[in-house]
């Protein structure tokens, strides 16, 4: 069964902090995504990678680093959490590129107070 | 600028009766849709998907209906049950691969 983990279900930081999101899939999945996920906003890309090392900029990196030193690895940085932060981050992975399925975490709770 | 347009936000239908979800897009390079449902406390899984060069796929209850001259797709439920309550979203990918593109979701209650 395939499987996608994230650290933590719920956390919850203080403003300025630097936040560590961590993701792990099982797959050998090639590609890795982070998405933050609102209400009335739906998924929105945060940052993808499609091997080790490399990384790409979704539609809202501001804010946001990731690393990604091994291939199952995948990992979401605020470098200084501010509260427009608070949100669900959803990590998923997929196979290759291509027309293949995302597979996601169960999601990670933001909260920045 | 949102690349999905998924309406309505909310959707309520009694139990036997068709739930229909609707999503419209503007890119035409855009060469899967796939639809994901996601549960309270879960992260979204793939429902169900279709390729342009498809105009409708079944599986089960679930169907997409696609309309590549209007730029437009839907999921049909038939049958919707109270177990298939749950937050949809639409999606779209774009080549070379892999940049997924979701609609800002549709929660359906389905009323015993």
């Known amino acids: 069964d395939v499987k996608v983990t994230q650290s933590s279900r719920y956390l919850v930081k203080r403003t300025g902090e630097k936040v560590f999101l961590e993701c792990v899939q099982d797959?050998?999945?090639?590609?890795m995504f982070w998405y933050r996920q609102d209400p009335g906003l739906g998924l929105r890309l945060i940052y993808f990678?499609?091997?080790?090392?490399?990384?790409e900029k979704g539609d809202i990196p501001e804010g946001y680093s990731v690393s990604r030193e091994k291939k199952e690895r995948f990992s979401l940085i605020l470098e200084s959490a501010s509260t427009n932060q608070t949100s669900m981050y959803l990590c998923?992975?997929?196979?290759?590129?291509?027309?293949?399925?995302?597979?996601f975490g169960p999601g990670t709770r933001l909260t920045v107070t | 600028q949102q690349q999905v347009k998924q309406s309505p936000q909310s959707l309520i239908v009694q139990k036997g009766g068709i739930s229909i979800i609707n999503c419209a897009y503007e890119?035409?390079?855009?060469?899967?849709f796939p639809w994901y449902q996601q549960f309270p406390g879960k992260g979204p899984a793939l429902l169900i998907a279709?390729?342009?060069?498809?105009s409708e796929k079944k599986e089960g209850r679930f169907t997409i209906s696609f309309n590549k001259s209007a730029k437009q797709f839907s999921l049909h439920i038939m049958d919707s049950q109270p177990g298939d309550s749950a937050t949809y979203f639409c999606?779209?990918?774009?080549?070379?691969?892999?940049?997924?593109?979701f609609g800002t979701g549709t929660s359906l209650t389905v009323i015993p």
């Open positions: 890119n035409t390079a855009f060469d899967y």
């Open positions: 797959m050998d999945h090639e590609n």
């Open positions: 279709i390729r342009p060069d498809v």
């Open positions: 990678s499609y091997d080790v090392k490399m990384k």
């Open positions: 998923a992975s997929t196979r290759d590129r291509g027309l293949y399925e995302q597979y």
């Open positions: 999606a779209a990918e774009t080549p070379p691969g892999n940049q997924f593109y």
